[in-house]
């Protein structure tokens, strides 16, 4: 069961997991989407969260509700 996400302006909204020992960032919002449709890649690297962060928005890890 997951928790639904809020809308928040300037804030996306991300999931990591970890796929064969590597910890990748997926985007889960349509801002973050778009984020990744400039840089090309299925998933956001470190720094471009950062660069991400030096334009003002805020970076949320989605949160998974455990039963």
Known sequence: MT???????????VEMKNVYGNNLIYPV????????SITG???????????????GYKVKNKEVLIP
């Open 29 to 36: 919002c349509h801002r973050a989407k778009l984020f990744t």
């Open 3 to 13: 928790k639904e996400i809020t809308i928040e302006k300037d804030t996306i909204h």
């Open 41 to 55: 890649k299925e998933t956001l690297t470190r720094d471009a969260i950062y660069f991400i962060r030096q334009l």
